[in-house]
């Protein structure tokens, strides 16, 4: 495919452009998804790592998810500000803090997970099972062969 309808630009043959022009497009999509829940991408995501992750410091969190350490702290302040996650001390170590979701987030990560899965299904759908699954696999593969960078904002 030479350049897609609507895409014209020099840079079309390249990979690496095609690459960000999907993350601004997944990005677009995303804010569509979570605005009806009232939480961004980032908050959904700490609110759900933290949920998958076996009692995470703020460190944990911020390591796991490629975020800037000071970006995180904000991110769990509004969480908590809003009732959706709480600062525990760690009984192991009473000078970190253990970040968890509060049974409040519990619905509301429920409804943001079927908003995604419903937004990726129709976001994925020009392609077949067998192609999402090949992309699913390659961008693990690339993201696993080149080290993690924690977004500064």
Not at 131 to 143: D, F, M, N, P, Q
Request: glycine share 6%.
């Amino acid at each position: 495919m030479e350049n897609a309808s609507g895409w014209e630009t020099p840079l079309w043959h390249t990979t690496g452009y095609r690459l960000i022009k999907l993350g601004e497009l997944v990005q677009a999509v995303t804010l569509d998804i979570f605005g009806p829940q009232e939480i961004t991408a980032r908050q959904f995501h700490v609110l759900a790592a933290a949920e998958a992750m076996s009692d995470p410091s703020q460190k944990e969190l911020s390591r796991a998810l490629g975020v800037d350490p000071n970006v995180m702290v904000g991110l769990i302040d509004d969480l908590e500000s809003r009732g959706l996650a709480e600062r525990k001390r760690n009984p192991k170590d009473r000078r970190r803090y253990i970040v968890t979701p509060t049974p409040e987030s519990a619905l509301l990560l429920q409804k943001a997970r079927e908003a995604v899965s419903t937004a990726e299904e129709e976001f994925f759908a020009p392609l077949s099972q067998e192609e999402r699954t090949v992309l699913h696999e390659l961008s693990g593969r690339l993201l696993d062969a080149h080290p993690r960078v924690t977004k500064h904002e």
